[in-house]
């Protein structure tokens, strides 16, 4: 190619990436399949690998391409980077006290009108300014003490959210102001990466955005990914200033910069109260945390009649919400036996309220994970519970461990260990060279084990016995009434009965219930054994596949794997499973029970819009409950998944809908709500 040429198709290339880039990363909307994506990276990479002359600094190909710095330099604010107030009383009267001082310090009486408000969210990352030339990202810089932060470009461009050029008609001069942060779903997928390998956990999403913009190697930066959203603006040039915060945020979303859509005009206190109430009903449900809202008097020239004190606008302010994460005591370490034998350690907590909820247990994850936070009993801790995680130990308040004297160092209690029993049947606890789990040997023989196995065995949508919860395992598994699944089948009315707290009457309508259960499918019967790497979703490809248990009991490894989405773990699971004298023998004696099938019936494969497709299903549907449209999608001949990945074809999003449906946008998967679901398959 000709330079001339080259020069040509790599600007081409270059808007057409980026443009992809704001429709992916911004907008939520991809315009290009992934691959066609990559062909065009590629394409430019090549061009600019062969004429170097033509590598721009505002080539996508340049995001990650910085080589580690030894330090970070010192960057001037062109205007200071200001806080905000914050309001603490996070009830609504904070949003009324606010509007009254704006009133009262702009003067107003009552006759004058409400007072016009931009309200958004208080982002919980770490404040970022960007600076374009002529449209051109020339510069990032962290906050630091408000006059001088540091530079930080290299791993701000790793940002793909963040335009390295901006479109449109460009001012000569923007500074862009924003907070960078980690979504909840990046923040979860990095942590489970680094538990599985044994490594260091983040601590929060917050403290994990400011560790990657502080990384001095940006592919390290780029291996935590950072999420920005703009919030106003430093220094300006050569831009028509528009009058209103509000339409500022607009112009900046117009030059392609992401802003956040939860962003409102609000008039008045009442205005703010109703905004605050409304965010925080969503709170759970956002991809990110907040920390509260933000209110900003829309006006730049009431603004600026306002003014500041100190470091600090007066004419914004921040309105908080409670607290995500608290601090509480531990009282005590123990540790809990998976279906599958994995020990997890698990802090019991004097009851503390956070996120919403009160708290008095929390997840230690593993022992590598517990060793390292170091957490011990008496210790103060942060316990953070954000969105629908579960609660989770942070970090352990050093300063107030108990010690054993007052004047010594030594520390009451000793560093956690695992038990190397199990703790409910006593077998040894091993864990793999090369995992962060351990698990009891036990297998059966274990009552933690044997109690959840039956739990699952009885399951919704296992065999469905209702009625079998808990309490009653507790009871029957203790009592050496049930030992296995096939045990349920012999239980006669006179042995319930004689259960604590179980009237006549409701252990007639749960032996109604196992008796009824004996009629079901191959798949659930799979399902409900138990298989370890064996999911609802496995057991029905498993039982479609082979059509009765006998074949599936005598396939080897090779033709497990020719089962659909059967690969060598799951097939070894599966084979030892059946390897296993006992096993056969629970499900000999769960057939003589007369639990059945019809064999062969789910062999038969419906042919509909859907057959073979995977869909997730998030949130709640208006009309439908979740296993309804599991069951009509299965009847369908598709499949349910439990998380969205790139194999996902259709995602069934309701109310409250939590990260999978983040997740799916960013993937570009196709989207439906129930009435769409419902066309899609033809009611
Ligand atoms: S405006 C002059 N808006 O909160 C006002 N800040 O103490 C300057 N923050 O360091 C800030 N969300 O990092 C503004 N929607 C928002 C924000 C926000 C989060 C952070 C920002 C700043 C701190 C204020």
Not at 214 to 242: K, M, N, T, V
Not at 363 to 368: A, M
Not at 556 to 562: H, N, P
Request: charged share 25%; with cysteine.
């Amino acid at each position: 190619m000709q330079l001339a040429d080259a020069a040509a198709r790599a600007e081409v290339l270059r808007r057409e990436i980026e443009r992809h880039n704001h429709a992916y990363y911004v907008l939520d909307r991809p315009t290009l399949p992934d691959a066609e994506y990559d062909r065009l990276f590629r394409e430019l990479q090549a061009i600019e690998v062969a004429h170097p002359q033509l590598l721009t600094a505002d080539s996508p190909t340049q995001r990650v391409g910085g080589k580690p710095l030894d330090g970070f330099s010192p960057v001037r604010h062109a205007v200071p980077m200001l806080s905000i107030r914050t309001e603490t009383d996070t009830e609504a009267s904070g949003a009324l006290a606010f509007d009254a001082r704006i009133r009262r310090e702009l003067g107003f009486g009552e006759s004058d009108p409400a007072v016009e408000y931009a309200a958004e969210l208080k982002f919980d990352g770490l404040a970022i300014n960007l600076r374009y030339e002529q449209g051109l990202l020339v510069q990032a810089a962290t906050r630091g003490d408000g006059e001088t932060g540091e530079e930080v470009t290299q791993n701000i461009r790793t940002v793909r959210q963040i335009p390295l050029r901006l479109s449109g008609k460009v001012p000569e001069l923007l500074e862009v102001r924003g907070e960078a942060y980690m979504s909840r779903a990046d923040f979860e997928r990095y942590n489970e990466r680094q538990r599985a390998q044994g490594k260091p956990a983040l601590v929060n999403p917050r403290n994990g955005a400011a560790g990657s913009v502080r990384q001095l190697d940006p592919a390290l930066c780029a291996a935590r990914p950072l999420s920005f959203y703009a919030y106003g603006l430093g220094d300006i040039a050569g831009w028509d200033l528009p009058t209103s915060h509000a339409d500022v945020l607009d112009a900046l979303a117009a030059f392609g910069l992401p802003v956040c859509e939860h962003r409102a005009v609000v008039r008045g206190g009442e205005g703010l109260v109703e905004f605050h109430a409304r965010i925080r009903e969503l709170r759970d449900t956002l991809p990110f945390d907040i920390d509260g809202v933000v209110y900003k008097v829309n006006s730049l020239a009431l603004q600026q009649r306002l003014g500041f004190v100190t470091r600090e606008p007066r004419w914004a302010v921040a309105h908080k919400y409670p607290a995500e994460e608290m601090l509480t005591t531990v009282e005590a370490i123990e540790v809990q036996v998976g279906r599958t034998g994995a020990i997890t350690p698990v802090a019991r907590l004097a009851p503390v309220f956070v996120g919403g909820v009160t708290v008095t247990n929390a997840t230690l994850h593993n022992e590598i994970e517990a060793r390292r936070k170091d957490v011990r009993v008496g210790d103060t801790v942060i316990v953070r519970r954000a969105g629908d995680v579960i609660p989770e130990v942070v970090s352990v308040v050093l300063e107030r461990r108990p010690k054993r004297d007052l004047l010594g160092d030594e520390p009451l209690h000793p560093p956690f260990e695992l038990p190397r029993l199990c703790p409910v049947c006593g077998s040894a606890v091993e864990r793999p060279e090369d995992e962060a789990i351990a698990r009891c040997t036990g297998g059966l023989i274990c009552p933690a084990q044997r109690k959840q196995a039956l739990l699952h065995f009885a399951g919704r949508r296992a065999m469905d016995i209702e009625g079998l919860g808990d309490k009653l395992v507790e009871q029957l598994v203790d009592n050496a009434i049930v030992k296995t699944p096939a045990d349920l089948y012999k239980l006669g009315l006179l042995a319930m009965a004689s259960l604590e707290r179980m009237a006549e009457k409701s252990a007639a309508n749960l032996l109604a219930a196992i008796d009824r259960s004996r009629q079901t499918t191959l798949a659930r019967f799979i399902f409900a054994l138990g298989i370890r790497n064996v999911g609802e979703a496995t057991a029905k490809d498993l039982a479609r596949f082979f059509g009765s248990l006998d074949a599936l009991m005598q396939a080897g490894m090779d033709r497990l794997q020719q089962v659909p989405d059967v690969g060598p773990v799951v097939a070894a699971s599966i084979a030892r499973f059946f390897a296993e004298p006992h096993n056969v023998e629970v499900i000999e004696q769960l057939r003589a029970a007369g639990v059945h099938w019809i064999e062969g019936e789910a062999a038969a494969v419906v042919s509909s819009p859907i057959s073979g497709k995977t869909f997730v299903l998030t949130g709640s549907l208006p009309t439908l409950s979740r296993d309804e449209a599991k069951d009509m999608i299965e009847a369908l001949g598709g499949k349910v998944a439990g998380s969205v990945s790139k194999k996902t074809d259709y995602v069934v999003a309701g109310f409250d809908a939590g990260t999978k449906l983040e997740k799916a946008q960013a993937l570009g998967l196709a989207i439906l709500d129930e009435i769409q679901f419902r066309e899609l398959i033809g009611q």
